[in-house]
């Protein structure tokens, strides 16, 4: 199957600073990109579609602005965590949907954030 | 717009015994289904989905799910459950077409020795 693959596996920040998670789907083009949060023992919430050469659209209560997203080609795209405080430890997963008749969504491995 | 619901947020079997996760959705288009296992920090792996074919769907390690539309469910199941299955599992929906999945809150399976 189609792979996801997104970076770093984990990092740990001190408050104030940014962080970048990449996301690559591997080997198919991805146009759109899903960008998902979850918390300890919760499901994942969407935060935002990445749109290849556009803006991304951003849910309900997500700060555009603290959560940059980028998806600058069909393989790639990037979240930065802006001026990262200790709220924003969290595990984020990014999706991919194959485009070639595949409707099954890829999965990164996940993020763990821990800002300190 | 689409939702899930998966009735139990924790799912105790012992080992051999049935698995049965329960998962029911409400979608406004014929829905595309799936059911994800993820292990802990770490991404997740589909098990399974339901692209309007058949109705009984089997994917990876012995799992299997139906889809019923007039019950608006599509349970997982297992028939013999192995130490290895212990793990968060969640239902997904979607609509066709390049859209995000929305996800269900999780049933954390334990398997009992």
């Known amino acids: 199957g189609a792979v996801v693959s997104q970076h770093p596996s984990r990092v740990i920040c001190k408050s104030g600073t940014s962080v970048k998670i990449e996301c690559r789907s591997l080997d198919f083009q991805a146009t759109t990109m899903f960008w998902y949060r979850q918390f300890p023992k919760q499901s994942l919430m969407l935060m935002a579609t990445s749109n290849e050469g556009s803006k991304a659209t951003y849910e309900q209560g997500v700060e555009k602005d603290k959560f940059l997203i980028n998806h600058a080609s069909l393989t790639l795209s990037t979240l930065t965590v802006t001026s990262a405080h200790p709220e924003d430890s969290s595990f984020y997963i990014c999706?991919?949907?194959?485009?070639?008749?595949?409707?099954?969504?890829?999965f990164g491995q996940g993020t763990r954030l821990t800002v300190v | 717009a689409q939702s899930v619901t998966q009735l139990g947020s924790h799912v105790s079997v012992s080992e051999g015994a049935l698995v049965l996760l329960r998962c029911n959705y409400s979608?406004?288009?014929?829905?595309?289904l799936f059911w994800y296992v993820q292990y802990p920090n770490q991404g997740l792996q589909l098990l399974l989905k339901y692209t309007s074919a058949a109705t009984l769907v089997k994917g990876i390690n012995g799992f299997e799910a139906e889809f019923k539309k007039s019950e608006t469910s599509f349970h997982l199941t297992k028939p013999s459950a192995h130490m290895s299955d212990a793990a968060e599992y969640f239902c997904?929906?979607?609509?066709?077409?390049?859209?995000?999945?929305?996800f269900g809150k999780g049933t954390r399976l334990s398997v009992i020795a």
């Open positions: 999706s991919a949907r194959d485009l070639r008749g595949n409707t099954e969504a890829f």
């Open positions: 997904a929906v979607s609509a066709t077409g390049n859209t995000p999945l929305v």
């Open positions: 979608s406004s288009v014929p829905p595309y």
